[in-house]
């Protein structure tokens, strides 16, 4: 994102996110502000994923999408412990700071993984 504000408010966020985990209400109101932001600037995809992720959390009461993975995972045993142990915070804060850098191709691959698990969730 370009705007500054909107950049000041991914870091709040991802700050937010360290010191009380998902914090529901605080959270929504934060994602729904920086929404606006990515409507603003005209980003259809972050503006799909933000309103998909605030009412999962809404729903869910916390953010059940696991982290993407980079390699591709073998289906045994440990790499599945491996995926579990993920929080659902981390996997919430690596999201939000996706939204940073869309210029980043990487990001804008991401994005739309976390938007199709998001609406197969």
Do not use: W
């Amino acid at each position: 994102m370009k705007n500054t504000k909107a950049i000041k408010l991914i870091n709040k966020i991802l700050k937010d996110l360290d010191s009380t985990g998902i914090n529901n209400k605080t959270l929504t109101d934060d994602i729904k502000e920086l929404r606006a932001y990515a409507i603003e600037e005209q980003i259809p995809l972050l503006v799909k994923v933000l309103r998909y992720t605030c009412e999962h959390i809404e729903e869910n009461n916390s953010f059940l999408i696991p982290i993407l993975i980079d390699e591709p995972i073998d289906e045994d045993e440990e790499t599945a412990e491996e995926i579990n142990e993920d929080s659902p915070v981390e996997s919430l804060k690596y999201l939000i700071a996706l939204s940073k850098n869309l210029e980043n191709k990487g990001n804008i691959d991401d994005l739309k993984e976390y938007k199709a698990l998001l609406i197969a969730y």
